[in-house]
């Protein structure tokens, strides 16, 4: 548990990874989340009812832990009650030609912003969300937390598990016929003038230095959100919601 | 340094708080913030020259620090090699009278969260945020950092200050002739519909708990962004970047 917490080639090697809260777990089960296992601390049960009764119904092997051993294991600064390891899923490229928008990362570093992109994305009821190599790895327990169940709700196809560098990435979505914009601070289209309803992936940078050229060079455009006064630039998530939230308006 | 950083009434007895790190210096200086004291760890001046001139320029007392003093000041995990005190803006009431969006947090307690509501309803071109009580202090360092310089750019009213209860918070909103609509996850009216060329006040719940019955009964609706699938709520956060650039859409 603890590697599998802490060490992303863990995940990979087990195809497993850990959901860290009741609430967390709760969202997952909205999601029709299977757990491999289940651990409780200490009273879970009691401070829980619902929620380890859902748990128990779910037919996940469930085990209760002695005082201080999840203290151990877990990344929160609180420690959590209850923890679940869930498979990971077996998410097929072809979901890139699902109807919706697509979301790639590109070296998207920070989990919380990845966590986050993921929330809005499926709240937006967007296709599918593509991380490129270099981008933190979506399993992460805090791009978990931070999903609030999102993990298990939209499908994220991993780049390196395909095969493909970002721009094989950016080329397998333009043969799908998606239009590639990248999303940047100044100088591309103003978001509301962008055809949602067309196929469209939008291409997230990294939080410090953006799209590189040999990025650029793979997409049709641009798409800014205009801001006002001296902002520099909006968090990549927040960009991320207004795009899939537009995105959404115009398709409904 | 160590107590304005760590205790909110210090910062609120000696009116200042302080700017960690040398990204968000700069964007403080972008927004003609005046320091009252900057303090330089060891090399700072090399590994920033440009930096280093510019507080130089500003008229900045700056001194500099031994070798591992501000690792021991700091709250960042990662020490950050310039630390610069900034004295409190003196904001008015009268500035939730102006041209645009008012957003007003009713015990928003994640400093995150109302840090990156600061950089989005700034870069939107919103008129001001409104922090009701049990909100974090907006001086907070977490706040003052994910708030990417916008603390200094766009102005926070204080209701405690003012000596207003959220509830004469939103009375106060509603004499400017705001409409006050608060947002909610589901059953309020589609934000596309919402008409934010009116004179608006968006309020924004607790991240747990929403928003009470005593704050409901003093708003005239609420505005609701759809989602699709079993996601139950948008993070604050983004619930504020989607509905604040909305209202900069609607009103350009």
Not at 18 to 27: F, K, M, S, T
Not at 82 to 99: F, K
Not at 112 to 119: D, K, M, Q, S
């Amino acid at each position: 548990m603890r590697e599998l917490l802490r060490d992303a080639r863990v995940r990979s090697s087990e195809r497993a990874f850990v959901v860290e809260g009741p609430r967390a777990v709760a969202a997952a089960l909205d999601r029709d989340a299977r757990f491999e296992a289940v651990y409780l601390g200490p009273r879970a049960d009691v401070a829980f009812p619902e929620l380890t009764a859902r748990l128990a119904a779910s037919g996940a092997p469930v085990s209760s832990l002695r005082d201080g051993v999840l203290e151990r294991v877990g990344t929160t600064r609180t420690p959590q009650p209850i923890l679940a390891v869930a498979p990971m899923p077996v998410v097929s490229r072809d979901v890139l030609a699902r109807d919706g928008l697509v979301l790639v990362g590109v070296a998207l570093s920070d989990p919380g912003n990845v966590g986050t992109i993921l929330r809005s994305a499926e709240a937006a009821g967007a296709a599918a969300i593509l991380l490129g190599p270099g981008s933190v790895d979506a399993y992460n327990p805090k791009v978990v937390r931070s999903s609030a169940g999102a993990i298990f709700g939209i499908p994220v196809v991993d780049a390196v598990s395909e095969g493909w560098s970002a721009v094989e990435a950016l080329d397998a979505l333009g043969e799908l016929g998606r239009q590639r914009l990248g999303a940047a601070a100044r100088t591309g289209t103003p978001y509301p003038e962008v055809d949602f309803r067309r196929p469209t992936a939008i291409v997230l940078g990294n939080e410090a230095h953006g799209l590189g050229d040999d990025i650029t060079a793979h997409l049709e455009g641009h798409v800014t959100i205009p801001m006002g006064g001296p902002a520099e630039s909006l968090n990549v998530a927040m960009a991320a919601s207004v795009l899939c939230f537009e995105s959404a308006r115009q398709r409904s």
